[in-house]
């Protein structure tokens, strides 16, 4: 489980739900804090309205003292100054040394994502560590956690991310089960020729399944088709799904790539999205193996 846990809230339904699955994911010893992200003196309004930047800031701290009772809960509070929640809870992540962000997940339609940004996703891109993101209406229908998926194949991310899916599955002894996602691949950047697509298929299902069949304690299965869709149906089978971001750069960040993106928007669970697993010394990519599943890195 994780040690010190940072909660974005905003008052809201999605807020709270992100605070009912930030109880489940804490360590009973561990740090919890609820975070409340404003403008405050980076918002042009208080160059003319005096006093607004004191109110803004008792409102800031009376929401958070609301939250906290509303969910009975031990936590720290904390207002944070920033242009938007993402940057303000990253940045206050990397300054506490938070393992976990929990936000709840976006309220908003296809047109408001793309006219207005999504606060769920920047608060997963460019993450100092781990984000969970609690579905819709989680805090009304909490789910006990009796049933860990995690997105695997053999890369640094998906073991990380199935050690963590380990430690989650560990305080109600819930089942981990993963899920390998392989597909045909593009022949044209390698120089092969091109099996026969049947035998293509069911040669790198069998190597799939040889492979989660050698994970200790995890019930496994591979399936053929789009990593994204294939994950995100998965999901609607188990509580909570947790996968790994790329490895982009030398920086231990989360990075979303293509499959993370889907899964924001698409999985029908609560999802744990974890940042590079390969620290700065291990960061030479390895050549790319003609063949290779999709990648599980997220």
Do not use: W
Not at 240 to 256: D, E, F
């Amino acid at each position: 489980m994780f040690k010190n846990v940072l909660v974005g809230v905003d008052g809201s339904p999605n807020s709270r739900d992100a605070l009912a699955l930030a109880t489940r994911l804490a360590d009973p010893e561990g740090k919890l804090t609820l975070a409340h992200v404003h403008p405050g003196e980076l918002h042009p309004l208080h160059a003319v309205t005096p006093g607004l930047l004191a109110e803004e800031r008792d409102q800031s701290e009376k929401l958070l003292e609301h939250e906290r009772a509303e969910a009975d809960v031990e936590a720290e509070l904390v207002s944070v100054v920033a242009s938007a929640p993402g940057g303000g809870l990253h940045r206050h992540a990397e300054e506490v040394g938070a393992d976990l962000i929990v936000v709840g997940s976006c309220s908003r339609g296809a047109f408001g994502r793309a006219m207005l940004g999504d606060d769920t996703r920047a608060a997963l891109n460019g993450s100092p560590c781990a984000v969970a993101i609690a579905p819709r209406g989680y805090a009304e229908h909490p789910t006990p956690i009796t049933k860990v998926g995690v997105g695997y194949n053999d890369s640094p991310e998906a073991k990380a991310a199935l050690a963590v899916a380990k430690t989650v599955a560990a305080p109600t002894h819930a089942t981990v089960h993963a899920l390998e996602v392989v597909s045909i691949p593009t022949y044209a950047y390698t120089g092969l020729m091109p099996p026969t697509i049947g035998e293509g298929i069911d040669a790198m299902l069998a190597e799939a399944a040889a492979r989660l069949r050698q994970l200790p304690d995890v019930q496994g299965r591979a399936v053929y088709g789009l990593t994204g869709e294939e994950l995100a149906a998965f999901s609607d089978e188990v509580d909570i799904l947790v996968v790994g971001s790329r490895s982009y750069g030398p920086v231990r960040r989360l990075v979303l790539g293509s499959t993370s993106d889907f899964l924001e928007r698409h999985a029908r669970c609560s999802l744990l999205v974890l940042p590079r697993a390969v620290s700065a010394a291990q960061d030479q990519p390895a050549p790319a193996a003609a063949g290779a599943s999709s990648p599980a890195g997220a």
